[in-house]
């Protein structure tokens, strides 16, 4: 089954922008993969999927700060315009037949 | 607007057992898959378990494999989780979720969580 590793964590400046890094194991580079904010005592919200071909599509009502895109086994989210509310968990998830993954996550902190 | 609202978590002794309730409204629940995803105090989510749209097929995670059964009632657009032999290490906020797809495809909604505190 597929295994996904994110990045460290991350901290950027309010107003400037950050790309977070999901990168799949080996022999599933291939996969799609979606993208979820969890902010500090809240529940999960799923932001976007990522596909191996850089193509993405954002969830309802999610700001078009956020963006995604690949390259290999790597899958980015990029977040612009850095608000205070983007202070948060961001987790990515994949599934392969009978089971669903998701990474550790990365904490973003906005200065 | 998909809605999913979570029920029955609550403290159980080592041993015991809990049944989830989900309730689903907002869209054609019979059409879609859905998911149990858990999380430890402090820790990162955890998938527990998927059943299919008409609830034909089930997967587990590894953790709870013949300890919990997910089901669902279509007819109440209610999904459920029946826990027993509950173990310290299943203390979690449980949320419902919902599959892309019949039984595939990623996350695209999620419940606000049920906290489950298994206790000695």
């Known amino acids: 089954q597929p295994v996904l590793t994110h990045s460290s964590s991350a901290s950027a400046s309010l107003g400037s922008s950050v790309k977070l890094t999901c990168t799949l194991s080996?022999?599933?580079?291939?996969?799609?993969i979606a993208w979820h904010q969890q902010q500090p005592g809240k529940a999960p919200r799923y932001l976007m999927k990522?596909?191996?071909?850089?193509?993405?599509n954002r969830g309802s009502g999610v700001p078009d700060r956020f963006s995604g895109s690949s390259s290999g086994a790597d899958r980015y989210l990029t977040i612009s315009n850095l608000q205070s509310e983007d202070e948060a968990d961001y987790y990515c998830?994949?599934?392969?037949?009978?089971?669903?993954?998701f990474g550790g996550g990365t904490k973003l902190t906005v200065l | 607007e998909v809605q999913l609202v979570e029920s029955g978590g609550g403290l159980v002794q080592t041993g015991g057992s809990l049944r989830l309730s989900c309730a689903a409204s907002?869209?054609?629940?019979?059409?879609?898959?859905m998911s149990w995803v858990r999380q430890a105090p402090g820790k990162g989510l955890e998938w527990v378990s998927v059943?299919?749209?008409?609830?034909?097929?089930?997967y587990y995670a590894d953790s709870v494999m013949g300890r919990f059964t997910i089901s669902r009632d279509n007819s109440k657009d209610t999904l459920y989780m029946q826990m027993n032999s509950l173990r310290g290490e299943d203390t979690a906020v449980y949320y419902c979720?919902?599959?892309?797809?019949?039984?595939?495809?990623?996350?695209?909604?999620w419940g606000q969580g049920t906290l489950v505190t298994v206790s000695s």
């Open positions: 979720a919902k599959t892309l797809r019949y039984i595939s495809g990623w996350i695209d909604s």
């Open positions: 907002g869209f054609t629940f019979s059409t879609y898959g």
């Open positions: 059943i299919s749209g008409k609830g034909e097929t089930t």
């Open positions: 080996s022999g599933h580079s291939h996969y799609i």
């Open positions: 990522v596909e191996g071909s850089g193509n993405y």
């Open positions: 998830e994949t599934w392969d037949s009978n089971t669903w993954v």
